[in-house]
């Protein structure tokens, strides 16, 4: 096998590909600020018994770089002094390519294959897969999938073993990995809804220079394949089949991602992640939530708001559930340095401040202090991770340390809190809300449609 060769350019910017003038100003603007924009399509439009469903955006990028690292560090350099997207776009100079050998160790078979072979079951059965990475350290496992199964080189000059399934049989298998089986059926509906929206929104956006559409993994979808379905789970995919939620004007998929507990406030996805303002995707309180603990929110009161459980529908009925509404963690000081984007020149960290915060509260900067040098780090996810993996960056840092002088940290919430709120979608349900209701509270001026 061999690897693709590939540059990486830095997004500047992200627009719908049907807004001409507004893709000519916004061009217009990074010229000004000194940079040479380029033009790259992502997505796709897809036509579903007469109606058109267009996903495309275009991608302002700027620069051409051989390595990720070094664009990963100018695009932190973009983002800092021109507000610019900042993610990076794969492109593709040529793709991973090889040699494919398949022996049939029964019958003695073998099949010579250029790039890709493709296997698929006598009859309706499934497919076998044997030692599949399941994400947990070096463990793998036997697996089974409907539909067919092809292998083929990818990006790394190394295999790729892909399967080509019914996007029904897909969400029938995915569903259950992302919420209760046991949850209310209309929290059900909103989930599938919800991922069937994601499944279709992320087809030509992701994996540009891989040879599938999607992964297996959080990146995009969790996917484990046959065996993991559940009937409840099932039977919201088929009552919701082909519905899906669209923009003002019915021809743009809302980005329906969704994350399993907002602590009360669901974030503004701007600030979660290098993306455009969506109107969609609005922080907003949980509708059970007293005004004036949002009021108190909204002025900086994290702690009056992080010190107590307000009663709200993403409040979990269990006790272990609740641990992901509030929760409390140590952190170890001499742990942090050399973590992911912290540099280990850094030592042990003798304090650290939050610099900036999402409309829920949420951690959006982070500046550490070590012995000789301060490092500020940037974006919810990476803060978590430095952090030692948080459930959310919806907390505060306690004025004390503990006996061992690791930092106390009083949090909420469970997940980056954009879009559905998991455990908010149980509880209004519960409450004997509607799909369309709980939809509608996450996914402001969207409308729920049927395409297909």
């Known amino acids: 096998g061999h690897p693709a060769e590939q540059r990486y350019a830095i997004v500047l910017q992200s627009l719908p590909a049907d807004d001409a003038r507004a893709l000519g100003r916004a061009a217009e603007r990074w010229r000004a600020a000194g940079l040479s924009p380029a033009e790259h399509e992502v997505g796709t439009v897809f036509g579903v ?5 267009d996903t495309r955006q275009i ?17 932190t ?4 002094e021109h507000q610019a997207l900042g993610k990076l776009h794969p492109i593709v100079r040529s793709r ?4 494919l050998l398949l022996e049939d160790l029964e019958r003695g078979t073998v099949v010579h294959a250029d790039g890709v072979s493709w296997l698929s079951p006598r009859g309706d059965g499934p497919l076998t897969v044997h030692d599949v990475p399941t ?4 463990t793998k496992a036997d697996r089974q999938y409907w539909g067919s199964v092809y292998v083929a080189v990818d990006r790394h000059g190394t295999l790729a073993v892909v399967n080509l399934v019914s996007e029904t049989d897909l969400l029938a298998g995915l569903v259950p990995a992302e919420i209760y089986a046991s949850a209310p059926h209309h929290a059900l509906q909103a989930q599938a809804v919800a991922a069937r ?8 956006t992701r994996h540009l220079d891989d040879p599938f559409l999607l992964c297996a993994d959080q990146h995009c979808q969790v996917y484990a394949g046959k065996g993991h379905e559940h009937p409840r789970t099932t039977k919201a995919v088929r009552d919701t089949a082909g519905r899906v939620l669209m923009r003002p004007g019915g021809t743009h998929l809302v980005d329906t991602v969704y994350s399993a507990n907002s ?3 669901g974030e503004d996805n701007d600030v979660v992640w290098p993306s455009p303002p969506d109107p969609q995707l609005r922080g907003r309180p949980d509708p059970l939530l007293p005004a004036r603990l949002a009021e108190r929110l ?19 009925d269990d006790e272990a559930g609740r641990a992901g509404y509030r929760w409390q963690a140590s952190v170890d000081p001499a742990e942090i340095a050399g973590r992911e984007g912290v540099p280990t020149a850094l030592g042990t960290i003798e304090a650290m401040e939050v610099l900036t915060r999402g409309r829920s509260g949420r951690a959006t900067s982070l500046r550490l202090h070590g012995a000789a040098e301060t490092h500020v780090l940037h974006g919810e996810l990476r803060i978590r991770r430095a952090l030692g993996g948080l459930k959310s960056s919806m907390f505060l840092v306690e004025p004390e340390r503990d006996r061992h002088g690791r930092f106390q940290l009083l949090g909420g919430g469970h997940g980056h809190g954009v879009g559905l709120c998991q455990h908010g979608a149980m509880g209004m349900a519960r409450d004997g809300k509607s799909v369309e209701e709980i939809l509608a509270h996450y996914y402001r001026g969207a409308t729920l449609e049927r395409l297909w």
Request: aromatic residues 4%.
């Open 298 to 316: 909204r002025e900086g009161d994290l702690a009056a708001w992080l010190r107590q459980s307000p009663k709200s529908y993403s409040l979990p």
């Open 135 to 138: 994400g947990a350290g070096s």
């Open 96 to 99: 991973g390519h090889g040699r």
């Open 59 to 75: 991608l302002l990028t700027t620069g051409d770089f051989g390595s990720e690292a070094t664009a990963e560090r100018e695009a």
């Open 77 to 80: 350099k973009l983002v800092r």
């Open 49 to 53: 018994e007469g109606k058109v469903l």
């Open 263 to 265: 602590g009360g406030h």
């Open 197 to 204: 929206g994601q499944l279709v929104s992320k087809v030509g």
